[in-house]
């Protein structure tokens, strides 16, 4: 008799427990296959938490196997976003408006197409077929005008960001015939610039000596654009990899900026003989150049505050090691960042014996180079940089920065001396990897090129 209360008590339990743990395990369930099915913030620290205890091959077949059906649902949907894409052309839809919250003020942002092809995420961020996928554009005059990674050229009047069509029209060029006579392999674009009626390009080639990246100039016109050599690196690597920099942006004195990245070289940052890991001034009239500062990886984002002579650049660092960088050219200081003898990251799974036992271990002034100014962990992707003052985003000093990793624009409100952030605000956009930014003054406007539809996203508040 007891035996049977006992186990009848016991059922009751067991019956209460499962009762209590179903819908619980159907929350769980529900709220993983929206991370299954949308991706998550690559910037909580409690999934990075739970994905640093379990092995990535678990998670992989947890992904693939227990969330199979979210996965094809979220699949179908960008399959059908991309036929829409496609169908629409040139015309540069409006596909989508979003609020978004950030410390109590609020954006809107829309989203218009791009023409151009999609990143393929399951290749994973070094394919090199990615690398005609990071696409690139600028602000100029009464125009936008973007340029692909397999270099076609489109623009659009810039007021068209305040209509439901951007209405594209393509501005043939020349790149394929350079490619054609010269007998190389684009690699990929790598970043656009336009001033003064000159537009220039950064161009990643592949040719019988290697891989490179130069610059190549034209007069801006809207009827044909006819690239010329402009600037040679004369660097060669023979393997692709991510690590090429390229951007550009003004300077002084009919000058211009040009960053290039350290392409797995790891003794070339901290030679100044080579061009690798550098950031360097280059005559826009002679094609001479002069060295900025050197000790970069990858720098992605480069801007010059002219008010302050200060170029400021961000790059991608190692695992939890993005920085931004302050470079005071009126400071007396050896404008070494410090690549590859130190940073606030950590080597990736098999280059650790490419560095110093010191490397991840001291600060920067430590060992004698200049600090970032702000740093990353984990690290988000960090991409391009522009500066801010006195309009509706910043009404102070502010540097927004755009993300690929973390989808997001970041806004830092900096002192007066530019010494420390007084404030930190992130806009978050879900699922987009953005990869350029600028701000037009006109519009008052915040204009994003996201790679992942891809598409131009305008921010307003």
Known sequence: MMINLFNTKKKKIIFLIVIILFPLFFYIFFLTSDIARFGYDKQNKIILAIKSIIPPHYLRKIRDNVYIIPRLKAEIEKLELQVKKFEQGNEGQKFDTKLIKSDEIEYVSNFFFLPYKKLDTSLGWAAETNSLRAHYFEIYNEYLISISGYGKIIY?????????????????????????????????????????????????????????????????????????????????????????????????????????????????????????????????????????????????????????????????????????NFNFLDKDEDKNFGWPRVSYGKAYEGEEMFFDKD????KHKELGFIEPFKYFDPSIGISEVIYLNDNSFCKTRCLMVSSLRANSVYIFEISEDFKKIILERRIYLEGNRIRDINYDKDLNMVILLSEGVPAIVTIKN
Request: zero cysteines.
């Open 156 to 324: 659009s009047n810039k007021n068209n960001l305040l209509t439901k069509n951007l209405n594209f029209i393509d501005l043939p060029n020349n790149i394929g015939d350079i490619l054609k006579k010269d007998d190389l392999k684009l690699i990929g674009i790598r970043d656009l610039y336009i001033s003064n009626d000159q537009i220039i390009i950064s161009m990643l080639t592949k040719s019988n000596l290697g891989i490179t990246i130069n610059l190549y100039k034209a007069e801006f016109n809207l009827k044909k654009i006819n690239f010329e050599l402009f600037f040679e690196s004369k660097e060669f690597w023979e393997n692709y990899n991510v690590f090429s920099g390229g951007r550009v942006e003004k300077f002084v004195d009919d000058k211009i900026l040009f960053s290039i990245g350290f392409s797995k070289n790891y003794e070339a940052p901290q030679n100044k003989k080579s061009l690798l890991g550098k950031i360097v001034a280059i005559d826009l009239n002679t094609s001479d150049y002069e060295l900025i500062s050197y000790g970069h990886r990858n720098p992605q984002g480069l801007y010059f505050n002219t008010n302050n002579n200060l170029v400021i650049n961000t790059e991608h660092g190692p695992k939890g090691g993005d920085e931004i």
């Open 359 to 362: 490397t991840f271990k001291k």
